[in-house]
């Protein structure tokens, strides 16, 4: 069995990639299931296979124990690990070459401060033999310039390290990068780097820098990234900018996937990417292909 | 970070401004809280009703929250109305005040306190318009204060290792000054903040302790990378602690107070000499000719 859970702070995209995914796995005829573990979640567009709000929601627990939003949700995500019924009718009801999405919760204690997520991908994996991999979502808006690109990739490195799965970044929602004028551009992040130079450019030319800047964070050529950080921070931070940058090289955490909902192909790039991390189309390969072996 | 003690620690800072005759004013901006541990002069639940946001708009708490903060940081320029007010009240004024209680003199600090889902307020466009409207367009000296939990990260270095890992891209994500502050200093021996400090001064030691975990295969990759990965690692975070400072307290009995407001002293001058308030001030300037 394989599984992706996927990560993000809340309004990422998370519900809606993976909702894409199923519906590309559809198309490229790969079955992919959807389980939300988000016990908040309000609406999703997917059809889950289950769905954590049916064992336990966060305004029952919150009403009933009298908890606040936080320690309702650390309350559901224990519940779930000790009442492992639930999961167990799940994974049971697989196939083995079946393929799960987890829609995660949105809090990022939940990836640094407590134990229950790294709890629930040891036992999805030891107990019931799943290769997981994990998927960080974050939104593409976010990442305006290198001293967020550096934080982005931190935040997400956090998250890695806490699970100890094998882990994609996906930068989310590029296509409203696109969409946005000049103006909310310009409000988004450049505001005090570039004013003039923004506001002066016209639509074809804010385009055209979107693509550039996108494209400087997918390939992302690190000494540059640090010269620019240079000019964007006090001196005194330069040998931290070159030793994250040394880490982030090294451990290629660096890499972001682009994804639109509405561009088919970055879905069925990333459905691939996540592919080659579980190994999945060796172990498919072999077992549809017999003879071969 | 959730359950870190950011409202007690914002009610130890304003007990002891008080104590210290230091004009404060007290802010919370956590639309979820239910009962607050000081006197705020500004409340983000007076302005939009968390409750009444879940229902309205049929959202769920996070969903509630962030709408919440949006709404809230929609009518920011109000608060910064407010602020600038508070700033220019005359001394007369604030002299008329019977108790001598040095709270409506014009205030030397503002405490923010910020909701408890850190993500909520770090990774969301409101969460950014109050810092930069704070730190850019009003060019008060805003300092972050990252409050981590002693006794959960002494329990395990990856908690650690990825509190530190957060706390440092909140420095890249506002790029103004932040301060660690260890907090629950009470709850453990000695020895237990003994040890973080040498996790943070000593690579070494680190090291050996993040490699173990490499070792009990937690850290993927697993094999020689994984061990030159918890190298570079070790020495970015061993560089992070370097230039940013960090202060053991206890928001419970008020130890290690002072050190705290040292460190807000010199943060604040930090911020006065930055390169972030530079270019502000360069943009301005280049905007208005």
């Excluded at chain 2, 700033?87 to 019977?98: L, Q, V, W």
């Amino acid at each position: 069995m394989f599984a992706q859970l996927v990560m993000g702070p809340a309004g990422s995209g998370k519900s809606t990639y993976c909702y894409a995914v199923q519906q590309h796995g559809q198309v490229v005829g790969q079955t992919v299931h959807v389980v939300n573990l988000d016990p908040a979640a309000e609406r999703f567009e997917y059809a889950p296979v289950a769905d954590i709000r049916e064992l336990v929601t966060v305004s029952d627990v919150a009403e009933e124990l009298n908890l606040g939003p936080n320690g309702s949700l650390i309350y559901c995500m224990e519940y779930l690990l000790e009442d492992q019924e639930w999961l167990e009718q799940i994974i049971s009801d697989m196939a083995e070459d079946d393929y799960l999405l987890f829609d995660m919760p949105g809090q990022v204690e939940l990836y640094t401060h407590f134990e229950c997520i790294r709890q629930f991908v040891y036992l999805i994996q030891h107990q019931y033999q799943v290769r997981v991999c994990g998927v960080f979502l974050l939104d593409a808006q976010f990442l305006a310039d290198a001293a967020k690109f550096f934080a982005g990739s931190l935040t997400a490195m956090a998250a890695m390290l806490h699970l100890g799965v094998p882990h994609l970044n996906v930068l989310s929602k590029v296509d409203l990068l696109h969409r946005q004028t000049t103006e909310q551009y310009h409000s988004l992040g450049t505001r005090f780097e570039t004013p003039s130079r923004t506001e002066e450019a016209t639509a074809a030319e804010s385009e055209q820098a979107l693509d550039d800047l996108l494209e400087r964070f997918l390939n992302p050529d690190i000494p540059s990234l640090v010269a620019e950080l240079e000019g964007q921070m006090d001196a005194r931070y330069r040998a931290l900018h070159e030793r994250i940058g040394a880490l982030l090289e090294e451990y290629s955490i660096v890499q972001f996937f682009p994804y639109s909902v509405a561009d088919e192909d970055s879905v069925g790039e990333l459905l691939l990417q996540a592919n080659l991390l579980l190994q999945y189309d060796d172990e498919r390969d072999v077992r549809v292909h017999p003879e071969l072996d | 970070m959730a359950g870190s003690g950011k409202s007690s620690l914002v009610s130890r800072l304003v007990s002891q401004a008080s104590e210290k005759r230091w004009p404060y004013r007290a802010m919370n901006l956590d639309p979820a809280v239910r009962t607050l541990a000081f006197t705020a002069d500004l409340d983000i639940r007076d302005t939009v009703s968390y409750s009444r946001i879940m229902e309205e708009y049929r959202l769920g708490p996070n969903g509630a929250i962030l709408t919440a903060l949006n709404l809230f940081a929609a009518q920011f320029e109000r608060v910064l109305e407010y602020i600038e007010q508070e700033c220019t009240r005359t001394e007369a004024a604030s002299s008329e005040d019977k108790s001598g209680h040095p709270r409506r003199a014009p205030p030397r600090y503002i405490f923010f306190d910020t909701p408890g889902q850190i993500e909520a307020f770090t990774w969301s466009a409101s969460g950014m318009i109050v810092t930069e409207t704070l730190a850019a367009a009003a060019e008060y000296p805003t300092v972050l204060l990252f409050v981590v939990d002693i006794p959960r990260c002494v329990r395990n270095v990856l908690t650690f290792t990825s509190n530190m890992l957060y706390a440092c891209s909140m420095l890249y994500r506002s790029r103004i000054p932040l301060i660690i502050v260890w907090n629950k200093q009470d709850c453990v021996p000695v020895d237990d903040a003994a040890r973080l400090e040498s996790w943070m001064r000593d690579f070494e030691s680190f090291d050996a302790e993040l490699e173990q975990y490499d070792e009990a295969a937690r850290i993927p990759g697993g094999g020689d990378y994984s061990v030159s990965f918890s190298r570079s690692l070790a020495l970015a975070l061993n560089e992070f602690y370097h230039q940013v400072p960090c202060v053991f307290v206890s928001a419970h009995t008020g130890e290690g107070m002072d050190s705290l407001f040292e460190a807000l002293e010199s943060a604040s001058d930090a911020f006065e000499h930055s390169e972030y308030i530079r270019q502000v001030r360069e943009a301005k300037t280049s905007s208005s000719d």
